[in-house]
Protein backbone atom coordinates (compact mmCIF):
# COMPACT_ATOMS: atom_id res chain seq x y z
CA UNK A 1 0.00 0.00 0.00
CA UNK A 2 2.68 2.87 1.15
CA UNK A 3 4.48 1.31 -2.44
CA UNK A 4 1.37 2.05 -4.52
CA UNK A 5 0.75 5.58 -2.91
CA UNK A 6 4.35 6.70 -3.49
CA UNK A 7 4.16 5.65 -6.97
CA UNK A 8 0.69 7.85 -7.36
CA UNK A 9 2.66 10.74 -5.49
CA UNK A 10 5.67 10.13 -8.44
CA UNK A 11 2.91 10.20 -11.53
CA UNK A 12 1.00 13.37 -10.01
CA UNK A 13 4.21 15.21 -9.78
CA UNK A 14 4.78 14.05 -13.25
CA UNK A 15 1.36 15.24 -14.28
CA UNK A 16 2.45 18.61 -12.69
CA UNK A 17 5.51 19.07 -14.15
CA UNK A 18 4.20 18.22 -18.03
CA UNK A 19 1.58 20.92 -17.35
CA UNK A 20 4.23 23.50 -16.19
CA UNK A 21 6.42 22.95 -18.89
CA UNK A 22 3.67 22.97 -21.42
CA UNK A 23 2.50 26.43 -20.23
CA UNK A 24 6.30 28.03 -20.21
CA UNK A 25 6.84 26.60 -23.89
CA UNK A 26 3.41 28.07 -24.83
CA UNK A 27 4.35 31.25 -27.30
CA UNK A 28 0.95 32.76 -26.57
CA UNK A 29 1.24 32.64 -23.26
CA UNK A 30 4.72 34.32 -23.39
CA UNK A 31 3.49 36.83 -25.35
CA UNK A 32 0.68 37.41 -23.01
CA UNK A 33 3.02 37.77 -20.38
CA UNK A 34 5.42 40.33 -22.07
CA UNK A 35 2.58 42.06 -24.17
CA UNK A 36 1.67 45.33 -22.02
CA UNK A 37 5.49 45.80 -21.33
CA UNK A 38 5.84 45.59 -25.63
CA UNK A 39 3.38 48.39 -26.05
CA UNK A 40 4.42 50.68 -23.27
CA UNK A 41 7.91 50.35 -25.42
CA UNK A 42 6.06 51.13 -28.52
CA UNK A 43 4.26 54.17 -27.17
CA UNK A 44 6.92 55.34 -25.57
CA UNK A 45 9.08 55.37 -28.90
CA UNK A 46 6.32 56.74 -30.87
CA UNK A 47 5.56 59.69 -28.53
CA UNK A 48 9.73 59.85 -28.52
CA UNK A 49 9.28 60.45 -32.03
CA UNK A 50 6.62 62.54 -32.74
CA UNK A 51 6.45 66.53 -33.26
CA UNK A 52 6.73 66.97 -29.61
CA UNK A 53 9.51 64.32 -29.12
CA UNK A 54 12.02 66.49 -27.97
CA UNK A 55 9.56 68.10 -24.81
CA UNK A 56 7.98 64.34 -24.36
CA UNK A 57 11.81 62.88 -23.89
CA UNK A 58 12.81 65.95 -21.39
CA UNK A 59 13.74 65.27 -17.86
CA UNK A 60 11.18 67.48 -16.78
CA UNK A 61 8.58 65.77 -18.54
CA UNK A 62 10.04 62.13 -18.01
CA UNK A 63 10.53 63.29 -14.07
CA UNK A 64 7.00 64.35 -13.52
CA UNK A 65 5.55 61.26 -15.45
CA UNK A 66 7.58 59.30 -12.63
CA UNK A 67 6.69 61.23 -9.69
CA UNK A 68 2.49 61.56 -10.65
CA UNK A 69 2.66 57.60 -11.14
CA UNK A 70 4.25 57.12 -7.91
CA UNK A 71 0.64 57.78 -6.10
CA UNK A 72 -1.30 56.46 -8.45
CA UNK A 73 0.61 53.28 -8.53
CA UNK A 74 0.73 52.61 -4.58
CA UNK A 75 -3.29 53.32 -4.99
CA UNK A 76 -3.49 50.72 -7.14
CA UNK A 77 -1.12 48.56 -5.26
CA UNK A 78 -3.25 49.32 -2.31
CA UNK A 79 -6.76 47.66 -4.59
CA UNK A 80 -4.45 44.70 -4.68
CA UNK A 81 -4.30 42.61 -1.73
CA UNK A 82 -8.76 42.63 -1.35
CA UNK A 83 -8.81 41.70 -5.41
CA UNK A 84 -6.27 38.63 -5.37
CA UNK A 85 -8.80 37.50 -2.54
CA UNK A 86 -12.22 38.19 -4.85
CA UNK A 87 -13.02 41.57 -2.91
CA UNK A 88 -12.89 45.24 -4.58
CA UNK A 89 -11.89 48.17 -2.66
CA UNK A 90 -13.30 51.46 -4.03
CA UNK A 91 -12.08 53.47 -0.66
CA UNK A 92 -8.62 53.03 -1.72
CA UNK A 93 -8.80 57.13 -3.03
CA UNK A 94 -10.89 58.19 -0.52
CA UNK A 95 -9.21 56.56 2.49
CA UNK A 96 -5.77 58.31 0.42
CA UNK A 97 -7.09 61.62 0.82
CA UNK A 98 -7.76 61.52 4.16
CA UNK A 99 -4.53 60.27 5.02
CA UNK A 100 -3.16 63.64 2.87
CA UNK A 101 -5.72 66.06 4.76
CA UNK A 102 -4.49 64.42 8.39
CA UNK A 103 -1.03 64.38 7.33
CA UNK A 104 -1.23 68.05 6.46
CA UNK A 105 -3.40 69.36 9.55
CA UNK A 106 -0.77 67.69 12.13
CA UNK A 107 2.10 68.88 10.60
CA UNK A 108 0.52 72.63 9.23
CA UNK A 109 -2.33 73.39 12.08
CA UNK A 110 -1.04 71.45 15.39
CA UNK A 111 2.74 71.78 14.54
CA UNK A 112 3.44 68.00 14.84
CA UNK A 113 6.99 66.98 12.96
CA UNK A 114 6.89 66.08 9.31
CA UNK A 115 8.12 62.59 9.91
CA UNK A 116 5.52 62.00 12.83
CA UNK A 117 2.99 63.70 10.94
CA UNK A 118 3.64 61.86 7.99
CA UNK A 119 3.58 58.49 9.79
CA UNK A 120 -0.09 59.05 11.70
CA UNK A 121 -1.61 59.86 8.27
CA UNK A 122 -0.32 56.54 7.09
CA UNK A 123 -1.56 54.64 9.84
CA UNK A 124 -5.26 56.46 9.75
CA UNK A 125 -4.92 55.10 6.64
CA UNK A 126 -4.44 51.24 8.12
CA UNK A 127 -7.21 52.17 10.98
CA UNK A 128 -9.98 52.99 8.67
CA UNK A 129 -8.89 49.53 6.56
CA UNK A 130 -9.48 47.60 10.10
CA UNK A 131 -12.94 49.56 9.76
CA UNK A 132 -14.00 48.60 6.45
CA UNK A 133 -12.31 44.97 7.06
CA UNK A 134 -14.41 44.30 10.28
CA UNK A 135 -17.52 45.34 7.75
CA UNK A 136 -16.74 42.94 4.57
CA UNK A 137 -15.18 40.00 6.83
CA UNK A 138 -16.99 39.69 9.89
CA UNK A 139 -19.72 41.20 9.16
CA UNK A 140 -20.60 39.85 5.63
CA UNK A 141 -21.63 42.70 3.71
CA UNK A 142 -20.95 42.94 -0.04
CA UNK A 143 -17.54 44.80 -0.37
CA UNK A 144 -18.13 46.92 -3.50
CA UNK A 145 -21.52 48.14 -1.65
CA UNK A 146 -19.57 48.74 1.23
CA UNK A 147 -16.32 50.05 0.41
CA UNK A 148 -18.11 52.48 -2.13
CA UNK A 149 -20.43 54.06 0.55
CA UNK A 150 -17.02 54.29 2.79
CA UNK A 151 -15.88 56.49 -0.77
CA UNK A 152 -18.56 58.74 -0.75
CA UNK A 153 -18.62 58.94 3.53
CA UNK A 154 -15.03 59.68 3.79
CA UNK A 155 -15.55 62.52 0.53
CA UNK A 156 -18.02 64.36 2.53
CA UNK A 157 -16.27 63.88 5.74
CA UNK A 158 -13.12 65.97 4.44
CA UNK A 159 -15.26 67.96 2.24
CA UNK A 160 -16.77 69.02 6.01
CA UNK A 161 -13.71 69.46 7.75
CA UNK A 162 -11.93 71.19 5.01
CA UNK A 163 -14.60 73.40 3.12
CA UNK A 164 -13.45 72.37 -0.25
CA UNK A 165 -9.85 74.54 0.68
CA UNK A 166 -6.03 73.23 0.59
CA UNK A 167 -4.20 73.39 3.74
CA UNK A 168 -0.92 74.92 2.92
CA UNK A 169 -0.42 77.13 6.12
CA UNK A 170 2.00 76.22 8.59
CA UNK A 171 3.60 73.39 6.48
CA UNK A 172 7.43 73.42 6.47
CA UNK A 173 8.85 73.76 2.67
CA UNK A 174 10.93 70.90 3.90
CA UNK A 175 8.00 68.22 3.33
CA UNK A 176 7.69 69.23 -0.06
CA UNK A 177 11.22 69.58 -0.99
CA UNK A 178 11.94 65.61 0.66
CA UNK A 179 9.99 64.65 -2.81
CA UNK A 180 11.49 66.95 -5.15
CA UNK A 181 14.76 65.23 -4.62
CA UNK A 182 16.32 62.58 -6.17
CA UNK A 183 17.88 59.12 -5.60
CA UNK A 184 20.20 57.47 -7.75
CA UNK A 185 19.15 59.84 -10.39
CA UNK A 186 15.47 58.79 -9.91
CA UNK A 187 12.82 61.18 -8.49
CA UNK A 188 12.08 60.29 -4.81
CA UNK A 189 8.30 59.03 -5.11
CA UNK A 190 8.79 56.90 -7.60
CA UNK A 191 11.67 54.94 -5.29
CA UNK A 192 8.93 54.90 -2.58
CA UNK A 193 6.46 52.98 -5.26
CA UNK A 194 9.48 50.51 -6.04
CA UNK A 195 9.88 50.29 -2.52
CA UNK A 196 6.08 49.54 -1.93
CA UNK A 197 5.46 47.23 -4.99
CA UNK A 198 8.81 44.95 -3.63
CA UNK A 199 7.62 44.85 -0.53
CA UNK A 200 4.00 43.55 -1.48
CA UNK A 201 5.32 41.32 -4.41
CA UNK A 202 7.54 39.58 -1.49
CA UNK A 203 4.20 39.06 0.69
CA UNK A 204 1.72 38.30 -1.92
CA UNK A 205 4.22 35.73 -3.58
CA UNK A 206 6.16 34.31 -0.71
CA UNK A 207 4.51 34.71 2.37
CA UNK A 208 1.91 32.47 3.62
CA UNK A 209 -0.93 34.84 3.77
CA UNK A 210 -0.49 35.97 0.02
CA UNK A 211 -0.81 32.05 -0.81
CA UNK A 212 -4.24 32.31 1.01
CA UNK A 213 -5.18 35.23 -0.63
CA UNK A 214 -4.80 33.39 -3.97
CA UNK A 215 -6.79 30.08 -2.38
CA UNK A 216 -9.54 32.16 -1.22
CA UNK A 217 -9.72 34.49 -4.52
CA UNK A 218 -9.82 31.00 -6.39
CA UNK A 219 -12.36 29.36 -4.13
CA UNK A 220 -13.54 30.42 -1.07
CA UNK A 221 -15.06 27.30 0.17
CA UNK A 222 -12.28 25.29 -0.91
CA UNK A 223 -10.09 27.34 0.79
CA UNK A 224 -12.17 26.82 4.00
CA UNK A 225 -12.57 23.18 4.09
CA UNK A 226 -8.65 22.90 4.31
CA UNK A 227 -8.18 25.02 6.99
CA UNK A 228 -7.53 28.61 5.74
CA UNK A 229 -9.26 31.18 8.22
CA UNK A 230 -11.22 32.75 5.56
CA UNK A 231 -12.22 35.88 7.64
CA UNK A 232 -8.97 36.75 9.20
CA UNK A 233 -6.74 36.92 5.86
CA UNK A 234 -9.57 39.31 4.29
CA UNK A 235 -10.11 41.43 7.01
CA UNK A 236 -5.96 41.58 6.63
CA UNK A 237 -6.24 42.05 3.26
CA UNK A 238 -8.43 45.55 3.73
CA UNK A 239 -6.14 46.40 6.78
CA UNK A 240 -3.32 46.42 3.99
CA UNK A 241 -5.39 47.94 1.49
CA UNK A 242 -6.05 50.70 4.17
CA UNK A 243 -2.50 51.16 5.13
CA UNK A 244 -0.97 51.37 1.30
CA UNK A 245 -3.48 54.06 0.74
CA UNK A 246 -2.21 55.90 4.01
CA UNK A 247 1.39 55.47 2.62
CA UNK A 248 0.30 56.66 -0.91
CA UNK A 249 -2.34 59.75 1.00
CA UNK A 250 1.54 60.72 3.28
CA UNK A 251 3.41 60.58 -0.14
CA UNK A 252 0.81 63.13 -2.12
CA UNK A 253 1.19 65.49 0.69
CA UNK A 254 5.14 65.56 0.49
CA UNK A 255 4.40 66.35 -3.49
CA UNK A 256 1.71 68.67 -3.02
CA UNK A 257 2.85 70.46 -0.01
CA UNK A 258 -0.59 70.64 1.14
CA UNK A 259 -3.65 68.95 2.02
CA UNK A 260 -5.71 69.11 -0.71
CA UNK A 261 -9.44 67.56 -0.54
CA UNK A 262 -9.87 66.62 -4.15
CA UNK A 263 -6.75 65.62 -5.25
CA UNK A 264 -6.65 61.92 -4.43
CA UNK A 265 -9.80 61.29 -5.76
CA UNK A 266 -9.02 61.65 -9.37
CA UNK A 267 -6.22 58.59 -8.78
CA UNK A 268 -9.45 56.07 -8.28
CA UNK A 269 -10.32 55.26 -12.06
CA UNK A 270 -6.64 55.46 -13.64
CA UNK A 271 -5.68 52.93 -10.56
CA UNK A 272 -8.43 50.24 -11.59
CA UNK A 273 -7.42 50.66 -15.40
CA UNK A 274 -3.64 50.06 -14.29
CA UNK A 275 -4.52 47.26 -12.07
CA UNK A 276 -7.08 45.31 -14.82
CA UNK A 277 -4.61 46.20 -17.49
CA UNK A 278 -1.53 44.13 -15.03
CA UNK A 279 -3.81 41.36 -14.97
CA UNK A 280 -3.17 40.69 -19.06
CA UNK A 281 0.37 41.05 -18.45
CA UNK A 282 3.43 39.15 -16.45
CA UNK A 283 1.05 36.27 -14.65
CA UNK A 284 -2.20 36.83 -17.40
CA UNK A 285 -5.36 36.00 -15.66
CA UNK A 286 -3.81 36.94 -12.34
CA UNK A 287 -3.47 40.63 -10.57
CA UNK A 288 -0.03 41.02 -9.93
CA UNK A 289 2.11 43.64 -8.53
CA UNK A 290 4.89 44.02 -11.56
CA UNK A 291 1.93 43.94 -14.47
CA UNK A 292 -0.07 46.65 -12.64
CA UNK A 293 3.21 48.77 -11.87
CA UNK A 294 3.34 48.51 -15.97
CA UNK A 295 0.12 49.15 -16.29
CA UNK A 296 0.23 52.84 -14.31
CA UNK A 297 2.66 54.00 -16.51
CA UNK A 298 1.29 52.81 -19.81
CA UNK A 299 -1.74 55.28 -18.50
CA UNK A 300 0.73 57.39 -17.66
CA UNK A 301 2.70 57.64 -20.67
CA UNK A 302 0.08 57.80 -22.46
CA UNK A 303 -1.83 60.97 -20.63
CA UNK A 304 1.39 62.81 -20.79
CA UNK A 305 2.02 62.27 -24.56
CA UNK A 306 -1.36 62.83 -25.77
CA UNK A 307 -1.57 66.07 -23.55
CA UNK A 308 2.04 66.90 -25.33
CA UNK A 309 0.34 66.91 -29.07
CA UNK A 310 -2.29 69.35 -27.78
CA UNK A 311 -5.08 67.27 -26.70
CA UNK A 312 -8.27 68.56 -25.03
CA UNK A 313 -9.24 68.62 -21.33
CA UNK A 314 -11.56 65.77 -22.56
CA UNK A 315 -8.67 63.28 -23.90
CA UNK A 316 -7.38 61.73 -20.00
CA UNK A 317 -10.76 60.92 -18.66
CA UNK A 318 -11.86 59.52 -22.13
CA UNK A 319 -8.63 57.87 -22.08
CA UNK A 320 -9.00 56.17 -18.45
CA UNK A 321 -12.68 55.44 -18.68
CA UNK A 322 -11.52 53.49 -22.28
CA UNK A 323 -8.73 51.60 -20.82
CA UNK A 324 -10.58 50.63 -18.09
CA UNK A 325 -13.16 49.10 -19.86
CA UNK A 326 -11.20 47.34 -22.43
CA UNK A 327 -8.75 46.54 -19.43
CA UNK A 328 -11.57 44.61 -17.89
CA UNK A 329 -12.63 42.93 -20.72
CA UNK A 330 -9.26 41.96 -22.18
CA UNK A 331 -8.25 40.16 -18.59
CA UNK A 332 -11.51 38.81 -18.28
CA UNK A 333 -11.16 36.89 -21.61
CA UNK A 334 -7.57 36.18 -20.82
CA UNK A 335 -8.82 34.41 -17.96
CA UNK A 336 -11.12 32.42 -19.54
CA UNK A 337 -9.09 31.22 -22.85
CA UNK A 338 -6.11 30.51 -20.16
CA UNK A 339 -8.30 28.60 -17.95
CA UNK A 340 -9.85 26.76 -21.08
CA UNK A 341 -6.62 25.70 -22.13
CA UNK A 342 -5.51 24.38 -18.56
CA UNK A 343 -8.84 22.46 -18.79
CA UNK A 344 -7.72 20.91 -22.13
CA UNK A 345 -3.69 20.50 -21.14
CA UNK A 346 -4.20 18.68 -17.95
CA UNK A 347 -7.06 16.45 -19.62
CA UNK A 348 -4.93 15.74 -22.22
CA UNK A 349 -1.93 14.66 -20.19
CA UNK A 350 -3.70 12.87 -17.78
CA UNK A 351 -4.58 10.72 -20.55
CA UNK A 352 -1.36 10.20 -22.07
CA UNK A 353 -0.75 9.02 -18.22
CA UNK A 354 -2.97 5.98 -18.18
CA UNK A 355 -1.35 3.19 -17.68
CA UNK A 356 -0.06 2.01 -21.07
CA UNK A 357 0.83 -1.33 -19.68
CA UNK A 358 -0.58 -3.24 -16.67
CA UNK A 359 1.78 -2.06 -13.59
CA UNK A 360 3.14 0.92 -15.62
CA UNK A 361 2.38 4.46 -15.89
CA UNK A 362 4.79 5.89 -18.24
CA UNK A 363 7.63 3.86 -17.41
CA UNK A 364 7.19 4.40 -13.34
CA UNK A 365 6.33 0.82 -12.21
CA UNK A 366 3.77 0.26 -9.88
CA UNK A 367 4.02 -3.07 -9.02
Known amino acids: MKHTSENGRRAQYTLRTRTRRYLLSDPILQLERAGLGIALAVMFTAFGMSGTGDLFLSSA ?12 GIVALAMLPPLVAGHFDLSVAAVACVSNIIAASLIGKY ?39 V ?83 VWYAFVVSGLLSGVAGSLLTSILGAGDPTAALSYLFPAFAAVFLGATTI ?31 WVQPTFNGGALI ?41 S
Open 283 to 313: RPGRYNVIGTVIGVYFVGTAVSGLSLLGADT
Open 326 to 366: VAVGLSTYLAQVRQRRQTRTSAATASSATPSSEGTVHGITT
Open 151 to 233: YILLNGLTTLYTHGAQIVAGIPPSLGAWSGKSFLGVPRPFVALIVVAAVLWYALLHVPWGRKLEAIGSNESAARLVGINVDRS
Open 111 to 149: GLPVLLGVLLGALAGAVLGVLTGYLVAKLKLNAFVVTFG
Open 61 to 72: NLDNVLVSGSVV
